[in-house]
DNA sequence: TATGAATGAGGATTCATTCAT
DNA sequence: TATGAATGAATCCTCATTCAT
């Protein structure tokens, strides 16, 4: 392996094992001899890739957003329409969460933890642009939906932040009550009807979506 | 003032001082030293009301746990209908928000905070129940909505889940805005319209609900 | 009851709890909270009777050395020659401990904790008469034994200092065994072997004393 | 020097300073700060090399054994008969009580202090196999004795506890005394006669042993 | 470039003692 | 006289960061 793949290599390896403290631990509780030793590197060589804690903090939180812009961005333009398309947006999104849920977690971290009042200006700019990003994308299908005549005319950037929020706080608030171990309703239906009902509420034919009839409450336990 | 007017008044103060700390910082990096100062007490007399850092972070969760559940009680009465007494709640959790959003900060912290995992199950428990509290109001309304006809047939349970988690991230995302001075939309509007879209997604007679047309982007900037 | 009578009644109820806890706690660890909880008296009540947790500790030893001394003194008398009588010292001794284990535990922990270096010389130096009163009463009875030519001639005051030492550390170093869980011999027939064969050794007819033959290795385990 | 030489250096420094505060100061009022700066490294050096403060005890315990130990066995195989190779040992003893007093202080001291119940089982058990290893050494000249006929028949691991406790008290006593400055009879001539009347008293032949005329009372002043 | 030993500021918690009621 | 709330010094331990090797 030639110095510069080892290089590589090692900031990897770093990376990896950063994302796995901080996803467990967060930024405050996370401590960087475990994320050395997990790397297997010294404790010195991550200052030779990062400059400080935050720093090596911000690089895991933007190559997640990068790898959810791309898978986002594919999903948006799968399907004949706005329901349809947004229904993919969805399922993928989804379907991301139940084999990387640890991206999920600091991708959220980064909204609750103390940490951002000492990130500089230029980091926080980034972290926002990544979301901006992302709503672009749901806000160029609901704009693609009215133009068609498929949805109402409405407040479309309303609405894709309603969709955003909706989908995020229900993928986390099932995480947190897993983590706790909380009774809690099984996500997946929940998760989908729930963009289901946004939907139908800016549909020109409501009908056209049928929701999901009253159910028992099946409960799900933490694993 | 006697003796227990004094240790109720300081008791009052600690928590308060705690609050805004907690608040301010998050758990983790909240200093008692800063709240101790700002109570006006000595460092040991905290601990004279709370055992530890941990036990004083969750007394004032469980305070601001019960002013919301009160207020909220109190908002789902009034109207005539399901839409207007869902209007009522939103708008008084609104309000109650512009009021005192400290209380709030630290009422969605508990889901993000690391500290979780070391507080006893008990305590836990506790928290998850004045949730399951308010999620109780807004079902007992949606319920209401569908008995009279008002409402489709849906799952309630789930409607309400998705109201409340709509509700809160839209607040709590643009609070972490305004914290990082992130440009952001006007939130009331926002706030409102998403619970509207999704109330008309489960209206009998859509059309009893305009949507509002596309606004121009007002932005807001933190003061 | 009088209010002098209530006055004794306290001290005595704090002295009693003292012991229990500088007994099982040593100085350094022993919580003056917990003295005074036990003794149904508010904390700043017991500094109405004793002027600091150094003072109230050395109550505690007075009262115990108080106690031994008398118990000893009248052992000392029963028994018709200096091997009878240092026998009875020695059975007396030996069951008042058995009686009070918290009381020696007390008596012997001044030696070694670490207070010492904070007593007021006056304290110190009437802890240490204690002990030499104890002395006297056991080189009485030697040097009776060598006056009337039961015992050889030898230094007296040394005799009664390993004599005394012998049974102390014996004792203590079973206590301690016992605290720590530590397989241990029975301590009873070592305890008076050990004066019968430092006896045996200043007899002027060793064969009057008969030493035991060797035991099996009985274990005590601690209950 | 070598990074591992200072390394090592380092270890050694605080293992000296650790034992002269502990040694001073008993294990409850000992400082680490002290022990840092004495050892010339920063406080949280400490805890490169030592888990906590418990640990650093058990070190320097673990070190003072050893080295006592070997010291032992060298000196209990000098003599051609049970009475000189204890002699051997008890002077070897001595002296090197007089060379490391500080030693034989936290060698003691572990029996009184109330870390004891704080230390995991597998470091008590370890303690006390060190005082187990040594009584061996005892036991064995004790068994040669009795063997070749000229001890008399006895409960040789009852002679050998009393001979290592009246060694070890008779010594820890006058430690103490001399650190409160209370006056005391010369150690060595009571701690070697101790031994004799002990040994006298199993000998075949006590006449063999002329025990010391009493003394004048040649009082001690602690330096 | 990589290492890992050393740093030292920082923070939670304890508890003997004081003093106003 | 008795109380018990308040005090605040004392101290163990953590861990991000530095820098000599």
Redesign the pocket.
Known sequence: MS?DE??AE?RRRILESAREVFFRDGF??????E??EKA??????????F??????YVAVLTRNHEIFHDLIKAASEQGDNAVDRMRSIARFYFAHWLDHPDYFQIFWAVDNESVIGELPRAVIDQISSFWELNLNVTHGVLEDGVSSGELVPCDTWEVANVLWEVANSLIESDNTKARRQIRRRPLEPLYMHAIETVMRGILVEPTRIQLSPAQPMRETRAS
Chains 1, 2, 3, 4 share one sequence.
Do not use: F, H, Q
């Not at 405050?28 to 001899?33: F, H, S, T, V, Y």
């Not at 400059?51 to 090596?56: C, F, Q, R, V, Y």
């Open positions: 110095r080892k290089k090692s405050m509780k996370a401590n960087l001899d994320v050395a297997g590197v010294a404790k010195g060589t991550l200052y030779r890739y400059e400080s804690k935050a720093d090596l």
